[in-house]
């Protein structure tokens, strides 16, 4: 066989298609953000401002955890030498999941080296060890809750998306002496909805299910102390496990999950992605750890980041763009064609100093290709104002119909 031919066809087609991915070389500014570098292909370079970030919060950039980060380079050196079992369990590691657990009311957490690993191993995990399990999944679960599910080889049925009605049916169907689990997510990252959570948490009490609650793009956001939407809602006490990540509104790396002490001792023990990988590095838990105290105690960053997402979306709107009026941080633009949203992106990058990726098949459903833009607390209104300007020049230029279509319905409503 031509390997090379092969693999060359297959690239050629994701092009075609629209779905090959390019990269831009950005270097982030310590103390500037949102503002980074590109290194251009041309060999130039030319400070943009970013608008897809997923350091929602900018604690990545936060000089308290950079601080933190630095001692801890110089107390214990840049990575662990082991797996948890194996010297790789530093004292930094054991202070944030005790951090972790506290933020979530929960009597123990488990950090991991990312938010996907600890999906993967969780229910890859649980849905093994459970006998005769039944896990059932939101539709529009991300990617590595759905290899999790897979890699468990446990039944799975997938409920509507955010519809407790059609999740009761299914749980219906099932014997009820079987072990359940109802995995779903807060937010939801690429349409920037939220989950009914007491609704679904009723559904799976009455059918004496575990609960399972990805707030990986909530943590940090929402709740009095940064808990999430649980947190906000008053819920996390009806959710067996909250899984999380490090790296996006606290700024680091790395994912975690927490809950009942035993129930996270097994994950623990028997989980094969957390047993043989390498421990996180001790500046990465020190970082993150930093970031979560400074969150729970200085909810200013929330509010300013909830001020510029309503100012934003209400630019965007009367501008008679088609974002999607969604309840979060998030604000997606549909594009609807992959090849004309990698162009917008491209544009927006070369010509005005905008930096948006564009966002296409297989993260959203063909035919919702868009552009997935993150206020953060530091985004100006003269920021806000260049892009919703930007974004509506090449819009224009390029022939997008779905501005004018929105346009047009924007002045039939007034």
Not at 151 to 161: D, L, M, Q, T, V
């Amino acid at each position: 066989m031509d390997y090379t031919a092969w693999f060359q066809k297959l690239l050629t087609e994701m092009k075609l298609d629209g779905r090959y991915r390019t990269f831009a070389e950005l270097e982030r500014i310590a103390g500037a953000f949102p503002t980074a570098r590109w290194h251009r292909p041309d060999g130039e370079t030319q400070q943009v401002t970013v608008w897809c970030s997923n350091d929602y919060l900018g604690m990545g950039q936060h000089p308290d955890v950079l601080a933190a980060m630095h001692r801890s380079i110089d107390l214990s050196g840049a990575g662990t030498g082991g797996t948890r079992n194996i010297s790789g369990t530093n004292r930094q590691h054991v202070a944030l999941e005790t951090e972790l657990a506290d933020l979530h009311g929960k009597e123990g957490a488990l950090i991991f080296t990312s938010g996907w690993i600890s999906n993967l191993a969780a229910l890859g995990t649980l849905g093994r060890v459970l006998p005769d399990c039944v896990i059932f999944s939101d539709a529009q679960n991300h990617n590595s809750m759905i290899e999790g599910i897979r890699r468990s080889g446990a039944e799975k049925h997938i409920f509507r998306h955010n519809d407790p009605a059609h999740l009761d049916e299914l749980m219906s169907a099932v014997d009820p002496d079987r072990p359940k689990i109802v995995a779903f997510e807060s937010v939801y990252s690429m349409d920037g909805d939220i989950a009914p959570i007491a609704a679904i948490c009723d559904v799976a009490d009455k059918h004496g299910a575990i609960t399972y609650l990805d707030e990986v793009h909530a943590v940090g956001l929402y709740g009095p102390r940064g808990g999430g939407i649980a947190e906000r809602d008053g819920l996390a006490d009806r959710i067996t496990i909250i899984e999380g990540t490090l790296a996006k509104a606290f700024g680091v790396m790395g994912g975690y999950i927490s809950g009942p002490a035993v129930l996270i001792d097994v994950i623990r023990s028997m989980a094969d992605s957390f047993i043989f990988t390498t421990s996180l590095c001790p500046h990465l838990a020190a970082g993150a750890l930093t970031a979560i105290q400074h969150v729970k105690m200085h909810p200013d960053e929330r509010k300013r980041l909830a001020h510029n997402v309503a100012c934003l979306k209400s630019m965007l709107i009367n501008a008679g763009l088609p974002v999607l009026d969604t309840p979060s941080h998030i604000l997606p633009i549909i594009v609807g064609d992959a090849h004309l949203c990698r162009h917008i992106s491209e544009r927006l990058l070369a010509d005005h100093a905008i930096y948006v990726q564009p966002i296409n098949y297989p993260t959203v459903a063909r035919g919702q290709e868009r552009l997935r833009i993150t206020p953060s607390p530091f985004h100006t209104e003269a920021h806000m104002r260049s892009l919703v300007s930007a974004i509506s020049a090449v819009g224009d230029d390029l022939g997008w119909s779905a501005i004018e279509q929105s346009r047009a319905k924007a002045r039939h409503a007034c």
